[in-house]
């Protein structure tokens, strides 16, 4: 199985236990264990820590527990986004459209687990793209649009089948009607994207 079909089963996957977590994380994250129940991250001078929870993971950053609790379907992007510079073997970099913050007519503000922002610009990924104005490539059966970010690849999933507007989260309502919504904003702004369904 390759990364990129291990990315894909965990949206459906609920471990078991946290070896389970472990063995989809080590598999993607070079500087990882697992001691006394607790997986541990080391990324530059920041540690990730990871337990079992009632109903999910607790996160202690630094050695400070995070406040959220993170379900199964959360956890390992969580992990991932932590390091991602340095995941092995990563094509591209799956971001779920619930993290979107804002669209405007330069591109997408999103948040990562960790709540820090990036930035997609259309300008930088047209021209990274097959035309000077195709930003990315879409799919509304499999529900993403990868853009042609030169670092890697960043691909925005529509995972959940309803998203509820919460905070500066833009794009609400069902999958499909999410995934034309941003494809709209897109073509608004003078771009365009390569469809693959």
Excluded at 181 to 196: C, F
Aim: charged share 30%; proline share 2%.
């Amino acid at each position: 199985m390759n990364n990129t079909e291990n990315l894909h089963k965990v949206y459906h996957r609920n471990y078991k236990n946290i070896d389970e977590l472990f063995d989809d994380l080590k598999d993607a994250i070079f500087d990882i264990k697992l001691e006394n129940n607790r997986i541990i991250i080391h990324y530059n001078a920041e540690t990730l820590e990871i337990e079992h929870a009632n109903y999910g993971y607790y996160t202690y950053l630094n050695g400070k527990r995070e406040h959220s609790e993170c379900e199964d379907q959360d956890i390992y992007f969580y992990a991932v986004e932590f390091v991602h510079e340095q995941a092995k073997g990563l094509t591209e970099l799956e971001i779920i459209d619930t993290r979107i913050i804002d669209v405007n007519n330069r591109g997408i503000t999103y948040v990562d687990w960790l709540d820090r922002e990036h930035f997609i610009s259309y300008d930088v990924c047209a021209s990274n793209g097959p035309t000077k104005s195709c930003v990315a490539e879409r799919d509304i059966t499999k529900h993403y649009i990868k853009f042609f970010t030169p670092e890697m690849p960043r691909k925005i999933v529509f995972a959940y089948p309803f998203a509820f507007k919460k905070g500066k989260r833009l794009l609400t309502g069902g999958k499909a009607k999410r995934f034309r919504a941003l494809q709209k904003a897109i073509t608004d702004s003078g771009y365009t994207t390569r469809d693959l369904s």
